[in-house]
Every structure is written in C-alpha cells, then in structure tokens.
C-alpha cells in the first residue's frame, strides 16, 4: 500500500531531502509553489515537518502548524524565531512582511509561497495593495509590476515547483550552495566569534579609550550584533566597569543582548559577580563590596535626564529618529550605535549616510566595525541571497559620477510605465532608483519598492548622465474629492490637511500631484540637479494640475529648498512625528488662480499662527528652522524699535515691541549665533535662564548686555 507519505514517493523524497540538507547546511531557502490550492496542499504536508511551528501571514491559516499572523504585526516578533512562513497570494503578497520572515525562519525552516499559474497570478489584483491606494483606486487599477517583479526574481533566485511538472523538472538540490563553515547548531552563545571578538575590541577602546569618540557597530541581519552587545557588557563588568546602559526604541530589541547576560551569569559567578536583582531589563550584581549593574532605559528618557553610565550601548539605531540619536550622542560621551544594514526597514544604507555625515562633523575620532559571518545561519544562505536579490539589495553601487562637466550635460525624462521597470531587462535602472530613493529617506522599507510598481496615479522623472540615473523625483495624484463632512478619504493628504487646517473645502477638490520623494546621488549632490529637476516637473505640469505639494520632515535646509523654488509654506505638524522626530512641514505651489487664492489665505493665516505658536508649541523649536520658516513667507510689517531698550528701558517693558520689530527685519539680520539667540529669548519667549544656558554667557546681564551691542551694530544701516 502507498500513500502521498511514503518514502518510496518521489515528491516525498524530495521534499524530505531538501529538508534534511538545508539542517545539515543550517541553511534556510525560499521556496514557491505554483499551482491549484489542492496541489498547494498536498506539497504542504509534504514539506512541513511533524515538530515544525511556522506561521501564515494573513486572516485565515490553510494549515495547521501554521498560526495567522497580521502583517502589521510581524515586526514584533522580531528576535524570535519560526520554522516556516507561508504566504499565499489569494490572501495578499506585502513586501515589509517578506522582509521581515527573513529574519524570522530559524536555520533549516522555509519561506514557502504559494501562487497561482502565471497568467493568473501577473493579471490579479493583490489584496495587500489595499492599504496603500489612494481614494477611490483598488488594487483592480494597480499596474501589477510588484507581482511581474515577484515572478521574475523568484523564479530565478528561489527554488521553484510548478503543477504538472514531474521529477527531473523539479530543482536539483545539488545546485543549492553549501556552507563554507557550519556553526554548531549549540554553540557556546558566551564565547564570541572571531568576527565578534573583533568588535568587542571595539567596544573595549570606546569604553576606556578617548571620549567623545562613538562606535557605529553594523551588520546584515543574523550576524549576532545584539548578542555582541550583551557579551560587551559582559566583558566590560569583568575589565571593572560598574554602571552599563542599553537603549533601543523598546525593550524587547534588546532581549537578545539581556540574554546573553543570563547566559554568562555562571561565568560571571566566578569572577566573583553575586547575582542581586535580575527582571526585565535590569541586572544587578554585588561585587567586592561595589554595586555593578545593566540597565535598559528607554532613549526618551535619556534625553531628559542622561544616565550615568560608563557606556551606552544603543541597539537597533536606525529605528530612532536622528535628531534623538543626535541628543543621545551629545549628552553620552561613551557611546556604541548597532545599527542593521539590510534589515526589514529595506535598507540602513540611507540612515547611515545621514548619520555619518553627522559624526564627521562632531566626532572626528568616531569608528565604525561591520560584522560579517552570519551566526544564526550558515554563510551563503540561499533565503538572504533571495531577499537580497528580490529587495535590490544584491549589488554595489555603480561607480560615480563626479565630473561637474558631465552633470551639466543631463537629460531628462519622465517614466511613463513604471511598471516596466520589473522587467529584467530593466533591473539596472530599477535597482539604480530603490537606492536613490533609499538614500533620500532613511527608513525606506520594501513597501516603497513595491508601491512603486503598483501606483498608477503618479509621476516618475528622472535625470541621467551617461545613461546613468543620478536624480529621481517621485510624486503621487491627489485631491479631486467630493465635500462630505466628517469623512475621511484613504490618501490624499495633503488636500485634506489644508481643508482641516483652513477650514476651507475648495482644497478638496482641487488636483494635484504631491512629491513623495526627490533624491539626487550623494556624489552629485548641490550641484543643482535637484532643483533642474524640479523645474521641469512644474513646467510639465502647468496645465496638468491645480498645485503641486511637498511634505516632509522639517529642517531649515530643506525648507530654504523649497522656498527658494517658490514654494509656500503652508503647515508645520505642532508634534513631531514617531519616525523622524521631526516636524512634519507641507508646503505648495499654486497653479491655477483658484489654487493661487486659496494658497495665499492659507499663508497668511499661516504665518500669523506661526509666529504666535512660536510662543508656545513650538517655544523650542530649533532656531534656524523657525528661522527658514520665518523668512519663507512674505515679511511683516516693519515696526518702530524701542530705542529706549538700549538705554536703561526694562526688557519686559518693550518685550512686544521688540518681538515686532524682529519679526520685520529678518530678512535683513544676517544669521548669526547671536541671531539664533535673541530669536529664543524675544520671538519663543523662552525664559531667560534656557537662553543664558545656550549662550556662553555666565548670566543674563552679561547676555543681555552682548544683545545691546549687537542690535545696535544691526541698526545702524537701517
């Protein structure tokens, strides 16, 4: 008697030998299924162990081992571990959520996905889309590049089944590629890598080296980056230090490293460490009549009150705004940044050229270690290789261009089908665009990739040299809606912030294109390219829309951008965003007289907020972006000075006046720290004691004296 079990079955074997091999490997692999739900079924039972747990990513799971699991979920099982994940297109391919398993699938499990034959699958719509359509678009009137993209990649980079096809057509497991050096499957977690005893040498010089000279340790996923950490700390108690901070945006980010302590504990034991306290996110020990201890704190609370600590060890960094990196950095002057390089975000590449830029500038003895050898999973392993190859992320940049020469001499042109971008034929271009994008915006995700290729209603321009993409702009069609009171249309958000903000529903139905994203390459960068760009993306649209929009987080550097093109500035978000944590600006460019209208009521209702929120919500907002803002809409009145300041009259007598007088004359004050200063004390109505702390002065007489001596030298040529 046989049965779909047996081993004398060939798809039994086969399906049993791959998966012994990837066990023996400690590999994972990606593998699809193509074909009928039945046909998917059967090939299930086949593959997924007896003892295997896995997860199916979506609503309603069509295997028993496998739990649902939302995909706006995952992200928070990352740092655990699954046996398997299945995805099946009827319930919806997200890119984040294939990103994500990746890091996930333990060594010697499966990401299997299941699809239908090709002309089905190319042709349906996917559900996952849903969510990223502007009003009224469904994923009926997506262009399908994601799943043509899909298709075209995996059937290269993953191992593939297909109905109908009978043994010899199914993969040779031979080709898989073997480890060049398996880790144990139980190796001893607290005794470091070769790779990791490099970066605790690291670590080691950032703790009793030179202050103020930060360690940026990064790695792909599954390098043992976040064990490292803990076995640093480890190291550090035993070399004496005492007092060791962690910090990630949430604590389980660093279980992995508060595991590894755990671990150690006998180890420390004999060093003479005696346990005192251990609960979640804290371990204290007793040690020669001395306190040692490890502590998590969140990093907005070490913003507010610095720790005192001999070390703090931040993990995950790229999922912290960079300006709450910024403060970290300069309140701790021993400080270790682990970042993820191809994480589930898509890409650290962005983050780290922002970050680096910044520790150029501030901390010229910084250092930075990559690990490389992959621990919890053998070298070589066919699942990263496909993600790497799915999500762009397989190959070095192209050489730059840097020859000013070559630059001048740009075409460019709009992508008017995007979605053939997925073709392979066109892989160097699309790959080319995913890292622009990726280095304009730091927490670029594989959704981006994917939304890309499936939006119809935007704009893609593009400047090349040498046939080389070296600038992208990227916009998306909003607004055209219907006036309904309380309703809250998916997308659009620009014409429906206007309309709360104003009150004003004419904003509603105007059209528009908003840019989601300019980017130039890094190595030709300020040369104008960014800003030719977008002249011709405005003059294309001339009688295409009623405005053109912009939002994004603010920096005065950006917003002199856009205003020196013309563009008004329209809001400023009163909180900062999670992501950013900056604020979030939005900023217009009429072209109709309709848009016209309604753009200049809404600046001047604008500005007049603004200035007043200076005094308030936004009292500590930074002073250039205040500035940037200030100076980006049409000047105030000029009003009288109160000469009577630099005599002997009180500060608080001419406070109004003065502010009035500021509030005219920017355009005419050169930026100075000074400036920045008295922009603080007279137009946020900070107290005197916050600016005499950002001043180098000892008080505020001394403070208030150097303010006399500059408003005079101001104004003597008005």
């Given at each position: 008697?046989?049965?779909?079990?047996?081993?004398?079955?060939?798809?039994?074997?086969?399906?049993?030998?791959?998966?012994?091999?990837?066990?023996?490997?400690?590999?994972?692999?990606?593998?699809?299924?193509?074909?009928s739900?039945?046909?998917?079924?059967?090939w299930?039972?086949?593959?997924?162990?007896?003892?295997?747990?896995?997860?199916f990513?979506?609503?309603?799971?069509?295997?028993p081992?496998?739990?649902?699991?939302?995909?706006?979920?995952?992200?928070?099982?990352?740092?655990?571990?699954?046996?398997?994940?299945l995805?099946?297109?009827?319930?919806?391919?997200?890119?984040?959520?294939?990103?994500?398993?990746?890091g996930?699938?333990?060594?010697?499990?499966?990401?299997?996905?299941?699809?239908?034959?090709?002309?089905?699958?190319l042709?349906?719509?996917?559900?996952?889309?849903?969510?990223f359509?502007?009003?009224?678009?469904?994923?009926?009137?997506?262009?399908?590049?994601?799943q043509?993209?899909?298709?075209?990649?995996?059937?290269?980079?993953?191992?593939?089944l297909?109905?109908?096809q009978?043994?010899p057509?199914?993969?040779?497991?031979?080709?898989l590629?073997?480890?060049?050096?398996?880790?144990?499957?139980?190796?001893d977690?607290?005794?470091?890598?070769?790779d990791?005893?490099?970066?605790?040498?690291?670590?080691?010089?950032?703790?009793?080296?030179?202050?103020?000279?930060?360690?940026?340790?990064?790695?792909?996923?599954?390098?043992?980056?976040?064990?490292?950490?803990?076995?640093?700390?480890?190291?550090?108690?035993?070399?004496?230090k005492?007092?060791?901070?962690?910090?990630a945006?949430?604590?389980?980010?660093?279980?992995?490293?508060?595991?590894?302590?755990?671990?150690?504990?006998?180890?420390?034991?004999?060093?003479?460490?005696?346990?005192?306290?251990?609960?979640?996110?804290?371990?204290?020990f007793?040690?020669?009549?001395?306190?040692?201890?490890?502590?998590?704190?969140?990093?907005?609370?070490?913003?507010?009150?610095?720790?005192d600590?001999e070390?703090?060890?931040?993990?995950?960094?790229?999922?912290?705004?960079?300006?709450?990196?910024?403060?970290?950095?300069?309140?701790h002057s021993?400080?270790?940044?682990?970042?993820?390089?191809?994480g589930?975000?898509?890409?650290?590449?962005?983050?780290?050229?922002?970050?680096?830029?910044?520790?150029?500038?501030h901390?010229?003895?910084?250092?930075?270690?990559?690990?490389?050898?992959?621990?919890?999973?053998a070298d070589k392993?066919?699942?990263e290789?496909?993600?790497?190859?799915?999500?762009?992320?397989?190959?070095?940049?192209?050489?730059?261009?840097?020859?000013?020469?070559?630059?001048?001499?740009?075409?460019i042109?709009?992508?008017d089908?995007?979605?053939?971008?997925?073709?392979?034929?066109?892989?160097?271009?699309?790959?080319?665009?995913?890292?622009?994008?990726?280095?304009a915006?730091?927490?670029?995700?594989?959704?981006?990739?994917?939304?890309?290729?499936?939006?119809?209603n935007?704009?893609?321009?593009?400047?090349?040299?040498?046939?080389?993409?070296?600038?992208?702009?990227?916009?998306?069609g909003?607004?055209?809606?219907?006036?309904?009171?309380?309703?809250?249309?998916?997308?659009?958000?620009?014409?429906?912030?206007?309309?709360?903000?104003?009150?004003?529903?004419?904003?509603?139905?105007l059209?528009?294109?908003?840019?989601q994203?300019?980017a130039?390459?890094?190595?030709?960068q300020?040369?104008?390219?960014?800003?030719?760009?977008?002249?011709?993306?405005?003059?294309?649209?001339?009688t295409?829309?009623?405005?053109l929009?912009?939002s994004?987080?603010?920096?005065a550097?950006?917003?002199?951008f856009?205003?020196?093109?013309?563009f008004?500035?329209?809001?400023?978000?009163?909180?900062?965003?999670?992501?950013?944590?900056?604020?979030?600006?939005?900023?217009?460019?009429?072209?109709?007289?309709?848009?016209?209208?309604?753009?200049?009521?809404?600046?001047?209702?604008?500005?007049?907020?603004f200035?007043?929120?200076?005094?308030?919500p936004?009292?500590?907002?930074?002073?250039?972006?205040?500035l940037?803002?200030?100076?980006?809409?049409?000047p105030a009145l000029?009003?009288h000075?109160?000469?009577?300041?630099?005599?002997?009259?009180?500060?608080?007598?001419?406070?109004?006046a003065?502010r009035?007088?500021?509030l005219?004359?920017?355009?005419?004050?050169?930026?100075?720290?000074?400036?920045a200063?008295?922009?603080?004390?007279?137009?946020?109505?900070?107290a005197?004691?916050?600016?005499?702390?950002?001043?180098?002065?000892?008080?505020?007489?001394?403070?208030?004296?150097h303010?006399?001596?500059?408003?005079?030298?101001?104004?003597?040529?008005?």
């Open positions: 008697m046989t049965s779909s079990n047996a081993p004398s079955n060939p798809a039994q074997i086969w399906a049993d030998d791959l998966c012994t091999q990837l066990e023996q490997q400690r590999h994972r692999a990606c593998l699809v299924l193509c074909g739900a039945d046909w998917h079924q059967a299930l039972k086949r593959l997924i162990r007896p003892n295997w747990q896995g997860l990513i979506g609503e309603t799971s069509p295997h081992q496998a739990t649902p699991q939302n995909p706006k979920q995952l992200r928070h099982l990352l740092g655990q571990e699954t046996d398997f994940a995805f099946d297109a009827e319930a919806g391919l997200e890119a984040d959520a294939l990103g994500i398993v990746g996930l699938i333990r060594a010697g499990g499966l990401c299997l996905i299941c699809l239908p034959p090709k002309a089905d699958f042709n349906h719509p996917n559900p996952a889309l849903a969510a359509l502007n009003y009224p678009l469904t994923p009926e009137d997506s262009l399908k590049g994601f043509a993209h899909l298709w075209h990649q995996l059937h290269r980079h993953a191992l593939w297909e109905e109908n009978i043994d057509a199914w993969p040779n497991l031979h080709h590629p073997s480890a060049p050096s398996t880790p144990p499957l139980n190796r977690v607290t005794q470091p890598t070769a990791q005893a490099e970066a605790l040498h690291a670590i080691q010089h950032v703790a009793f080296g030179h202050r103020k000279r930060p360690l940026l340790l990064t790695a792909d996923r599954g390098r043992g980056k976040s064990t490292t950490l803990g076995l640093a700390c480890v190291a550090l108690l035993q070399a004496g005492r007092r060791l901070t962690l910090s945006a949430r604590l389980p980010q660093v279980q992995t490293a508060f595991d590894t302590i755990e671990n150690a504990l006998p180890q420390l034991a004999l060093s003479g460490f005696v346990l005192r306290e251990k609960r979640p996110g804290l371990v204290i007793d040690i020669d009549q001395d306190v040692a201890e490890i502590r998590f704190r969140a990093p907005d609370d070490l913003i507010r009150a610095p720790a600590t070390l703090l060890l931040v993990d995950e960094a790229a999922h912290l705004p960079l300006p709450m990196l910024f403060a970290l950095l300069k309140s021993r400080t270790v940044l682990a970042s993820t390089e191809h589930y975000e898509g890409s650290g590449r962005g983050f780290r050229l922002k970050l680096t830029e910044h520790l150029d500038a901390y010229p003895g910084w250092k930075r270690h990559t690990l490389t050898t992959p621990i919890r999973w392993d066919p699942l290789n496909t993600l790497n190859q799915l999500f762009l992320l397989d190959t070095a940049p192209e050489k730059d261009i840097t020859d000013p020469t070559l630059i001048r001499q740009v075409q042109e709009r992508i089908h995007p979605a053939e971008l997925a073709q392979p034929d066109n892989r160097a271009d699309l790959q080319r665009l995913f890292q622009l994008l990726t280095q915006h730091y927490q670029t995700r594989p959704n981006d990739l994917m939304q890309l290729l499936e939006i119809p935007q704009q893609l321009w593009v400047a090349r040299a040498q046939g080389q993409i070296v600038a992208v702009l990227f916009a998306v909003e607004g055209g809606l219907p006036n309904e009171p309380g309703r809250r249309f998916q997308g659009h958000l620009f014409p429906q912030l206007l309309k709360r903000h104003t009150h004003h529903p004419d904003w509603l139905s059209n528009g294109w908003r840019i994203r300019l130039v390459w890094p190595s030709v300020r040369l104008g390219l960014g800003r030719q760009l977008t002249a011709h993306f405005i003059e294309a649209n001339q295409e829309a009623d405005t929009s912009v994004f987080s603010a920096d550097g950006l917003i002199r856009w205003t020196s093109l013309d008004q500035p329209l809001h400023l978000g009163l909180k900062r965003d999670q992501a950013s944590g900056q604020h979030s600006a939005a900023l217009c460019y009429p072209l109709t007289e309709k848009a016209a209208r309604l753009t200049q009521q809404a600046q001047q209702q604008f500005q007049s907020e200035a007043w929120n200076l005094t308030q936004f009292q500590h907002l930074e002073s250039d972006l205040a940037a803002i200030l100076r980006g809409q049409p000029p009003s000075f109160p000469n009577g300041y630099l005599q002997d009259q009180p500060f608080e007598s001419v406070a109004f003065l009035q007088w500021t005219g004359q920017l355009t005419q004050l050169e930026d100075s720290d000074t400036l200063l008295w922009l603080r004390k007279v137009v946020q109505h900070q005197w004691s916050d600016v005499v702390a950002a001043s180098p002065f000892p008080h505020r007489k001394a403070l208030e004296a303010f006399k001596n500059w408003l005079a030298q101001q104004l003597a040529p008005i």
